[in-house]
């Protein structure tokens, strides 16, 4: 299976082409974002709906990370 390196939180993980970013930070037991009150939120639909997903992609904040596939060398920015 081909692999790609993305970077989570300054982090390399090598993770299968074609999953999606959530799987990647879901491996890598990083936490995705918090709420406004400061708590720890995780993805919950896994479908584009809930938007509990969020994290910053390649310098965009607020991407559902659900919703894209990983790419090699993509840098992905959680609230952990
Ligand atoms: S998990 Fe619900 S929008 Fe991503």
Known sequence: MTQV???IDGHALDVPAGISVAAAIAQSQRPFRRSVSGHMRAPFCGMGICFECRVQID???QQRSCMVSVRDG???VTDG
């Open 5 to 7: 390196r993305i970077n």
């Open 59 to 61: 310098g965009i904040a």
């Open 74 to 76: 993509m840098q992905v």
